[in-house]
């Protein structure tokens, strides 16, 4: 594992011109262009060509995340403004059951001007008014600090109204801070992909933005498989590696979920199965981790996590993928549960063998982060040309940008 950790972050560096990031989106998403990669080819196409590209009795695995309005502007007496940026659910801790709280919740938060606010509540600025016409005043304060990550608990005498409902009114969305720009009001549609439905994540999986109704169309002429995984993206996808060599870097957690019938698919399929997103391939990757954890535990860990450097220990590549997978079925059968529900750190970087995914769609990513180190982990040194392609023949950057079909 030791020469996993040696890898030095600055041997996946390369020169992003500011013009080559996209700053907003297309008017049609899937007029994107489309790089395609196999086999140490490279071309390029239109997305909306992208069914050509794919084997017909394939299974493709989409995010289903929805981005939540998860930046909030609060102030405190002396007028001074502080920007809360919702995380992640802690009490309750569970998304749902938060959003549905009608008196207060506490969520892990980044704090903007954090050194402005050392003690006492913060108020929402606008206040909100009930039915008969009361104000009620939405309360923050700080709960405890861990680093760069606060727990907030936040307050409110509005029964009308539950957490969802005040990031709806009152929320920003959270577009990327390398756009350099504000969050304008269509932001809120084309930074969603079409099929997103699960609200949690403070970040766009990106890689299904260009995806349109007519696209599925054609893929479903094909006879081609869709299921979906979610998994919420938090803040520390744009995490920079800032340590010389990776074994530094501590990968950020995420909360992975699948059901059975989609487990069940991709037994079926392997071998043939195409995620699309980095996070899509986090969460299947993450899957033979579960299933190997479970198995070597007999079906007996209560809390099921996968950590960010069990892929690179050999005493956890031992099972098969289909022995994982069926494990996972198993306990899913135990516990008469209809879905795995998992926290997932796990870190693919080269020398990672990938145990379920065989293809991924997915954007251009930011020079030294943990996405490319993923890509180059799939594609070899061979990231180099296809990034090198990509910049010399006008292709978008970043999270409005185009895609990329790469396959083995």
């Given amino acids: 594992m030791n020469k996993v950790q040696d890898i030095r972050i600055e041997d996946y560096n390369y020169e992003l011109p500011n013009e080559k990031i996209a700053r907003f989106p297309l008017d049609k998403r899937d007029e994107s262009k489309l790089l395609t990669y196999q086999k140490g080819i490279i071309s390029e196409d239109i997305f909306k060509q992208v069914d050509a590209y794919l084997p017909e009795d394939c299974l493709m695995v989409f995010n289903n ?23 992640e659910p802690k009490d309750p801790n569970d998304y749902v059951l ?3 709280e009608r008196k207060s919740c506490t969520w892990l938060c980044l704090v903007g001007n954090a050194r402005k606010w050392k003690e006492g509540k913060l108020k929402l ?22 680093g760069d990550t606060h727990l907030i608990r936040f307050e409110w005498g509005n029964p009308d109204l539950t957490f969802a409902d005040i990031l709806g009114k009152y929320g920003e969305l959270p577009i990327p801070p390398y756009l350099n720009r504000k969050t304008e009001e269509k932001d809120k549609e084309t930074y969603q992909t079409i099929y997103s439905k699960i609200k949690g994540s403070v970040a766009a999986p990106t890689a299904g933005l260009h995806f349109t109704p007519e696209v599925f169309e054609n893929l479903e002429k094909k006879g081609i498989i869709r299921k979906e995984v979610t998994l919420h993206v938090g803040a520390g996808t744009f995490k920079p590696v800032k340590s010389e060599s990776i074994g530094e870097h501590e990968m950020h957690v995420e909360m992975v979920s699948v059901e059975r019938e989609t487990i069940e698919q ?3 399929h392997l071998g043939n199965i195409f995620a699309v997103g980095t996070t899509s391939v986090r969460t299947l990757e993450s899957l033979y981790y579960i299933g190997a954890n479970l198995h070597n535990s007999d079906l007996g860990i209560k809390e099921l996590q996968v950590s960010q450097w069990d892929p690179y220990q050999q005493k ?15 306990y899913l059968e135990k516990n008469k549960l209809e879905q795995i529900t998992a926290h997932t750190q796990i870190m693919i970087v080269p020398g990672y063998t990938f145990k379920i995914v065989s293809g991924i769609i997915t954007n251009f990513h930011q020079p030294k ?17 296809i990034y090198n392609y990509a ?17 083995k």
């Fill in 65 to 87: 995340t929805k981005v939540i309005q998860a930046r909030l502007i609060f102030q405190k007496e002396t007028g001074a403004l502080i920007e809360v940026f919702c995380l």
């Fill in 98 to 100: 938060s959003f549905q």
């Fill in 125 to 146: 600025v606008p206040e909100t008014t009930g039915k008969n016409g009361t104000i009620h005043t939405i309360y923050a304060e700080k709960v405890e600090s861990y």
């Fill in 266 to 268: 991709v037994l079926k």
């Fill in 316 to 330: 956890n590549n031992q099972l098969s993928v289909r022995g994982a997978l069926e494990t996972i079925l198993l």
């Fill in 369 to 385: 982060s943990t996405l490319l180190l993923l890509i180059s982990a799939f594609a070899g040194d061979d990231w180099k040309r």
């Fill in 391 to 407: 910049l010399s023949h006008d292709f978008r950057f970043l999270s409005y940008g185009d895609s990329s079909i790469l396959k």
